[in-house]
C-alpha cells in the first residue's frame, strides 16, 4: 500500500522559504516519477514540478528559478524548496507519485498520470 505524507507548509512573508518534504512507503520509489501539484480553492489543481528516476526534472513556469525539487533516495523522501515565494505561490500542496506504467509521462505534469497523493500541506505566503 502506497503511503505519501507531506510536511513542512506553513506561513512566511514574501521573499522567504520553505522546504516541503514528502515520505514515500509502498512505492517503487528511485526509478518513477514523483511530483508536487498545489490547488487553490475554486481553482483547478497545478503541477508544479515532477522528478523522474535522480535527474529528469519539470517546473511549471511559474516556479522555475525559484523552486527546487529533489528526492533522498536512501530516506525515500521527496523534497520541493521553494525559494523567494510570492503572496501567489498561497495555496495547498500536495505530492503525487505515479505508476510505474506511466511515469514516462513524468515531464507533462499532468495530474491525470498520478494514482497515489499525499493529504497536503498548507503554505501562506502574505505580502
Known amino acids: 500500500q502506497v503511503q505519501l505524507v507531506e510536511s513542512g507548509g506553513g506561513s512566511v512573508q514574501a521573499g522567504g522559504s520553505l522546504r516541503l518534504s514528502c515520505a514515500a512507503s509502498g512505492y517503487t520509489y528511485r526509478t518513477s516519477c514523483m511530483g508536487w501539484f498545489r490547488q487553490v480553492p475554486g481553482k483547478e489543481r497545478e503541477g508544479v514540478a515532477s522528478l523522474y528516476g535522480d535527474g529528469w526534472s519539470t517546473y511549471a513556469d511559474s516556479v522555475k528559478g525559484r523552486f527546487t525539487i529533489s528526492r533522498d533516495n536512501i530516506k525515500n523522501i521527496l523534497y520541493l524548496q521553494m525559494n523567494s515565494l510570492k503572496p501567489e505561490d498561497t495555496a495547498m500542496y500536495y505530492c503525487?507519485?505515479?505508476?510505474?506504467?506511466?511515469?514516462?509521462?513524468?515531464?507533462?505534469?499532468?495530474?491525470?498520470?498520478?494514482?497515489?497523493w499525499g493529504q497536503g500541506t498548507q503554505v501562506t505566503v502574505s505580502s
Open positions: 503525487a507519485a505515479a505508476p510505474p506504467s506511466r511515469s514516462w509521462r513524468c515531464g507533462y505534469l499532468w495530474d491525470a498520470d498520478f494514482d497515489y
